[in-house]
């Protein structure tokens, strides 16, 4: 397979700190010889582990873009030893629209892993972290939010490997972030997520979700960059002592396992919930109604859990498509 | 001016409870005779005070939307003295793809007052609403949120106008609402709302934001609920004895009276609130951020209060554009 | 109210043949400078009445569109004593974008009248055509089909107004014509209508429906050339010998007396009619019926007809939104 | 190549009538765990062979749909013996929107074939048919018309392959179908068909085309009535003695055997038809003529027959691009 | 009629200079109290003359944009006397996105004078300029290009009014503006113009057209730049001794005096020009010929001058729609 | 990998001019057996060298695609031994719209070598070329432009390969086209050209850029008219005595040799350029700057060479998104 077009006058190897941009080449009508430009912050002192830090793999969770930007304003390099390499608006297109997928080329950028050099811009994207900044890493961590679409009570995550060393290794880094929540995902049927390609590199790669409904959430803000400290102190990037501690605690340890753990509108209509988050339900609770506004005439359509647990997620849009999830659980790890 | 085209099979003056629609011609590629239909129901009961209900006037605003699905399920002739017309979802062609304006003409209809029965659909709504269902009502409630870009901490609310006796009788019902606000709009430059029409046809007109972000906030509906039992009692169209109090004691009354009160986006970027709904906040106070996620290197854009009060209403969506209301207050009346 | 800015180097006064072209002013991005360019035939010989057929009105109806292409092929100077003013695609944009309503403005012309001349282009066009041609103008015939949505039984078709001897001369003109129904609007709520603007500038002002669907149908294109040929020799204009008589017996004087003549669709969905066009029906008859194709469980919704009287237009498209007609009726003139 | 990630709640082994969908994970901005509900319906009672029943793979197709709809509303599992499997709208965007190809992905499931699991949703639906569905079955029918762009003389078809005892099997359920017209594709230069896939998996395949133009046509879900009820008799799913026979006596053989049996659009334009359905045309024959609304002095561009044959197909629209096919043929199987 | 809804927190009576924003008011579904916001620079020393200069009237004119960005940067108060009112960006939405009309309304804002505060952004705008900046001005000047689709050569322009001392004292600042042209509109059936409006209010008005095809010319730029000197130092606002003098000896005085000055596209295609800018012709001489690429073997079809002059406008984009404006002329004044 | 499904009536191997279509089979809902069709004009005399020569590949890049239509016009098969293929709009969709890539599949066709027969319509064209026009030929010109974006001085082109030979070949054609330019791309980090594809076929190619801006520039048409007849003279298909000799003067030989020679915007904004075409510049010069129309209080940003040279190509449009390229350099060869 061919080399990624990607290109950037940042210098992975220097030391100090350089704000700059992958160059992404994309040539349309409005520009022959264009380039997606993906800001980029490498600071670098020494010798040392590599952390990698990424938002806006969807474009509309902001939590992460707003934390690390302000990190690109407050890190020096001689507050570390080793590198940081940020890049808070990954799927940039997306970013910038405020939408969760590009609209260059409609991609969802976690739908498209492992990517491809000569495909669109989104799995151009995702080749080059595959195959230039996930080996580069030692430990990574992409911040997701609930996006448009869903708020979420905010978690730390990480992905289940069949590799138990790796699995210590990143149960203790989500550990050390300190989010209320540490969520390990046990279940899950999509193999393009970029967590699945960063475990198949060998990272210790922490995901979550810190807020949701395409809103920047303050508290969700705060958990994230207490929680890069504590990780890049865990890391041995910067001082042990500049770790600020858990956010609220130590981390309630919880799991998702399998596909029950999630309920769909069975209409198109108008979403009344009748849970909020946090709320403990069991298997045949009503979780909510679908109302008919262009008829209102018509018997609300009600829809039930599939299991027990405690509501993680909710759908943020009132509107629903038959099929959406409108709720899913979590449990608490045994 | 020439008449409404808008026709209904329901009879406005027939006892009994009526489902229905309102018929707007629409004449389209995919419909010569078309119409929209805007669900309509009456319940009527001999003689008695009307109530005009509507929701949707923007379309991404749910809360009064599913209060009124619930209230033309629940409630039956039997239960009233009077008559009530019910309209959950007024600009439907919005109200269904879950916008504030409609898909149809990019109308936004509560800027639309008093309407044209020759113009384009939202326009047509308009003018059906000033010259056929305001001049059958003695007490209207036009129930809004915040739309997708905007969060509120909910609120009942009416609109000064020049008739001391009006302004009475709506405080007494804005009163008798008994939402945890009462909010009374001092101060707006513009005259194309439906609450201006309203008091122009001399109605007894309340208002209000139960809610936002395009979601559906389950204590929203449960205000609105309550309070439209309230006024309904209130009215006398129902029982006084089915009233079931205000939501949370006697409304705080608050009040909006300049362009001082709006905080606007300085710049286009993403932006961190430094406030939550309820803050008390003064003049020259940070307000929050603008970031920049193309160019994270470019340092943060501020802005500040231009007055004191509470804040009552922030920007739900990350993403501004320079002019955004990003955050509004509202202070006590005297 | 200011002069039209509808501009054309052709002569209305002169004697000849002449192709030509409206030139609209239409200013946008892709032409600073730029016009919608509108066919127009003008045939003169020398004194005698003038004969104005236009067709387009509706991008989408084409018979009338094909006719007058031929028309325009085949008549010269020599064939006729007066004037004819040929016009086959009157709305250009959206007879060339093969819909009913412009796309430049979403204009429906035949809603648009009497027009605008500083509108947009589809009210200046009917601006046009109500200021300048239909004062040119003695005999009037704007051609119409079914369009995508309709099909219809063929028929010409006038317009009643209050007039009784314009009445009189219109009715006279449409038996010439010779379709072979005749159908009088008697029933109309709109007064946007070409139709509208030629009675009241006391046009004898045909129209009818000659096939529909979007497609061509040969039979409809006969029956507008024979018709069109017996029209021009009615009106004095070619020479009566070259009347072809009635396309199949004398016309069937059919009417539209009410709204009852209508049936709507009760819910969008997939809609498989009961009854064909020409069938005889009864009020209380089913109409057909709406499926779920997305939820096929869930029984079909039937619809039913309101007066009695014959099939004389269907819905073509298969799928249907609620409200839009699905078909309606005409009776026999007692 | 990895399996499919469309999941459902029914389970095709179970005995009784189950009304479900199959979900199909669809990750987008309004719905971040959305998913394409496509709705399937499985009967089942005990041993026996499995019909696999399909329409929509076009959705402006509508015949099959509205049959397959009112199959699913009759047929009970006491009334077979082994299992039919329904899916009445297989490209379901595409058919709730009324268009050939999905509104996703712009995809033409009938060209998708045999799919990709990682593909767009388009792809991923033929994987899933491919994969899942068709080894499942025994016996196969796809439902088409002509769609929004043309029209059909009413036909059941099949697909010649180079297995001879399969070819035997298809033309005798062909002609146990029983339409006016049986059809054999001889010739088609395109492997992506769902027909093509069907073969490969040694699968009894029907197809056929029953209507057209984007319409309903009454006579065309009868035909498919019919015909399935004989089919499944055929199959030995339904008792013999339920088949109902031929819709109009022995089904005509007929078959379409080169490119030379299509006539092309020469020019842009509006398409006046020389011919109707069901006419005999030699080679040479005028095919029909391409007029000009935007330039009506120009002359018309006439187009002629290639080969010999009956009409069995009709471009609907009257609008052309160059390179449309307007009309094509059939020859009677010597 | 009333008032603008426009504000700003500029206070154009105050000393200084000020760089703020008018603020329209523009609720839409991603911001309920959102504005549109226009760049603004009051420039205020004293008593004295107001100019009111403004570029970006069309979107995609830049020359004029640039240099008032460029003098936004260099002028300050102490190099005045009286007031310097700049908006470089007028129809900002339209300047933002590189088009001729605004991409919120499609409006043409010099289509669209004098105006409505209630109509659409564009209409507003206009109301905004007649009715409160237009008032305050003493000398005005629009500067235009050809935008995306016309080349000019460049010149300065002043359009004629019934009132020969307002003429005098507009050809005065024309010839002190001193570009290389000086063009006087003595043709013009379009009163929908900001120049129509400004001589309405009695404003010494100037326009002018200084490069074009969406590009930036640097030596349109140097015009405008000189000439907005020159017409400072010649209303007294700067000192005379700042002026320049004209940019290549006294302007060429020329005019447009009828229809006859412009050539027309005869066809859609593909244009070659037989003339460049400045070259002199004479009616009948070939102006050019349109090709068509999808049917290369058609003979190309030319286009003629309708009277004698020099070139000074050329259609810049290589494709045309019949209709379009592909050259016009100019003559010496005699 | 599966055959093209491209079809023609040109045959290839007969003798004397055919002027037809490449059908590219397209099914959509507006044509279920539509295709596009790709104009194609085939001379043929004897034994004898093929050229092939085509345009369009950028829809927007125009003097090739006039140049080649007058061809058509103009060769007839006794001016020429051996064969000619000329298809002056290869990208027909984007050609028809004036657009560098595919309105049907957002597809740069010079992006998309070596093409998939499967693929969408630009993928298909690629491979058609690759497949059998690419192997019919001995001699290969592809004539691009700046296109929309971009302006050049005029050059012809070739692309080095591995194989001096072919090089040598290729240098020789370079020269006997004589324009006033010869290039050399000695750098290109893209393999998915059309000009990677034909030296991978070993075809003597050559290229160009002969004007841009989306224009069409007499002077470019005319040096490719000159060099073609100067090529087909050299490969011997003409007389060599019909060669009219270089544009200019012997070519000037330059090269681009790396990503140095391209200078890229900073930030969004209106560029303005401070240098012209032809100028010679030097590493760290200033070549533009970056205004913020809505925004001019804020200081321009400017940007800088990274290299020496002469300014061979500049920005056509004024606005820029940031990664565009505004200028870049070629060098003479040593």
Known sequence: MSQSMIWTRVDYEKDGKQNGWLQLPHSVTRSAYGNVSIPLTVI???????????????GDEYEGQVALCKLIQALEPHHIQGRVIIIPAINLPAAMAGVRVSPIDQGNLNRSFPGDPNGTATYAIAHYIDTVLYPMADI???????????????FASMRQSQ???????????????GAPIGLIWAYSP????????????NLVALGGEFGGGGSVTSSGVRIVEQGL?????HAGIIEASRAVGPYAGPSRLMEIKSRDYYVYAPEA???????????????????GKVYFVDNPGRAPEPCYFEGDGMV??????????????VVHLATDVA
């Open 44 to 58: 670098k002192n020494g010798k040392g582990p590599t952390a990698f830090l990424m938002a806006g793999n969807h």
């Open 140 to 154: 990574h961590h992409d911040l997701h939010s609930g996006g448009s679409s869903l708020q979420y009570l905010p």
């Open 163 to 177: 590799d138990a060393a790796l699995n210590a290794r990143a149960t203790s880094a989500l550990k050390a972030f």
């Open 190 to 201: 999509d193999s393009r997520l970029s967590s699945v390609a960063a475990v198949n590199r």
């Open 229 to 233: 400290k504590n990780l890049l102190a």
């Open 269 to 287: 209509g108008l979403f009344e919930p009748a849970v909020e988050l946090g709320d403990m339900v069991r298997r045949g609770d009503v979780c």
């Open 312 to 325: 993680i997620c909710k759908r943020h849009f009132g509107r629903v498509e038959r099929g959406d999830c």
